[in-house]
């Protein structure tokens, strides 16, 4: 949806992705808002895939210049958004250069701050999934499908806990089908100093994925981060995939065809797996931001969290 953009006449929220209006926060967000006590809209403004930077600047220009747009969320175009409009943005986040992507966009008085939220929202969204002491207790390894942004997010999460000596897992693979995102990847680590094993391994068809599980030890978790099943249709496994037993299978995706989660769940009850959608990923991504673009607390667990789950699984399920 390339502008001109209308100004916005009350407080407004974007989320800027490929197919907003399909998504939950549309009915979320108002039932939130109320909750919150917040006066304000959310709008969904809806780019293609690898949008050009001209449209992604018109974007983050609408936004900055315009009195009432407080913010945005920002999901499939995180690192495209950024690189194109980066010099618009008054101020960015610690983990924003690291990244080198933005998935909230808020004001500050009259600065545009931009912000890489995914460690946390993904960390938060993986603490509520993995018990502390499970990698340890289990000897588990974790695979990414996908090097993109929220699977780089993640890394970076895991990098902190292992630099604070907590629990992390014991060796961490990651597959992409571009051999550039791997290199981008393993360029962001060797800044950080990342000391986790970390295998890159490039993955151009889903049967070289389906070979990645094979390595993996009992319990391991299998994320997918590609997209696949949301942004585009289709799975980065084959259907013929094994996956390791008692282990996780991980979408960070909870709403499209979701193709990924039924080849888990066809082999569930066989490989003694868990199978979880992206709904708690969903959650706190959502409520981070909204905290950040109105400048309210919102707990991250706790009964106040509980309560806003529930009011929005309550919302998509009357809508459903």
Do not use: C
């Amino acid at each position: 949806m390339p502008g001109p953009y209308t100004p916005a006449t009350r407080p407004t929220m974007y989320f800027i992705g490929v197919t907003t209006t399909k998504s939950s926060i549309m009915k979320v967000f108002p039932a939130w808002a109320r909750e919150l006590n917040l006066n304000a809209v959310i709008q969904g403004i809806d780019l293609p895939l690898d949008d050009t930077p001209d449209h992604y600047r018109e974007v983050v220009g609408f936004i900055k210049n315009d009195p009432h747009s407080l913010g945005a969320l920002v999901t499939t175009h995180k690192l495209n958004l950024y690189k194109a409009a980066h010099d618009l943005f008054d101020g960015v986040g610690r983990d924003t250069e690291l990244l080198d992507e933005v998935s909230s966009l808020s004001k500050r008085g009259d600065q545009l701050w931009g912000h890489a939220m995914d460690p946390v929202t993904s960390g938060l969204a993986l603490e509520d999934i993995v018990p502390d002491g499970y990698w340890a207790r289990t000897g588990a390894e974790l695979l990414l499908l996908g090097a993109g942004g929220s699977a780089l997010a993640l890394t970076l999460y895991l990098h902190n806990r292992a630099k604070a000596g907590r629990d992390v897992p014991s060796r961490i693979v990651v597959t992409n089908r571009r051999e550039a995102r791997l290199r981008e990847m393993r360029a962001v680590h060797e800044r950080l100093g990342l000391t986790l094993p970390v295998e890159y391994h490039l993955a151009p068809e889903p049967a070289a994925n389906d070979a990645q599980l094979h390595t993996l030890a009992p319990g391991s978790v299998v994320v997918n981060a590609t997209g696949l099943g949301k942004d585009r249709p289709g799975s980065p496994l084959t259907d013929a995939a094994v996956f390791p037993r008692r282990g996780i299978a991980w979408d960070f995706n909870y709403r499209g065809d979701l193709v990924f989660l039924d080849q888990a769940r066809a082999r569930q009850e066989a490989r003694e797996l868990r199978v979880v959608d992206g709904w708690l990923y969903f959650i706190h991504g959502w409520t981070r931001v909204i905290a950040e673009v109105f400048h309210i607390d919102i707990p991250t667990q706790g009964p106040a969290f509980e309560r806003l789950s529930r009011i929005a699984r309550d919302v998509t399920q009357e809508n459903a």
